[in-house]
């Protein structure tokens, strides 16, 4: 491969080669298959965007699994903090609706659903 910018096919081969290695290794990093998945396509589809753009990689699979590393950190920082904020709401809401009254009724359709 010579040095310069890459073509998306250049790119498609580099992911053919590399995919299933990448994706091992993420896996072993990450111990979640469908999270390692995930943060290998992100880090495919940030190598579509800057690679044609700028030199590539001298390795290209220790660059997708280092960038598809951070991007599942990030996944995962995202969820920590969706549930975190998640489980505030809900409670502000309890308790607004416990000070007006409305607990027992805003309750009832998921005891109804769920219960």
Same mark, same amino acid.
């Given at each position: 491969m010579t040095r310069g910018r890459m073509t998306? +096919? /250049?790119? /498609?081969? +580099?992911?053919?080669d590399e995919a299933g290695?990448?994706?091992a290794t993420l896996i072993r990093l990450v111990g979640d298959f469908d999270l390692a998945e995930d943060a290998l396509q992100d880090a495919f589809a940030t190598a579509l965007e800057r690679w044609p753009a700028a030199d590539p990689p001298s390795n290209p699979r220790a660059w997708? $699994?280092? $960038?598809g590393r951070n991007?599942? +950190?990030?996944? +995962?920082?995202?969820?920590?903090?969706f549930r975190g904020k998640?489980? /505030?709401?809900t409670h502000e809401l309890l308790l607004n609706a416990s000070a007006s009254g409305e607990a027992a009724d805003m309750m009832a359709p998921t005891t109804t659903c769920c219960g």
């Open positions: 998306p +096919i /250049e790119i /498609e081969k +580099i992911f053919r290695r990448a994706l997708l $699994v280092n $960038v991007k599942a +950190i990030d996944r +995962i920082r995202r969820s920590i903090t998640q489980t /505030e709401l």
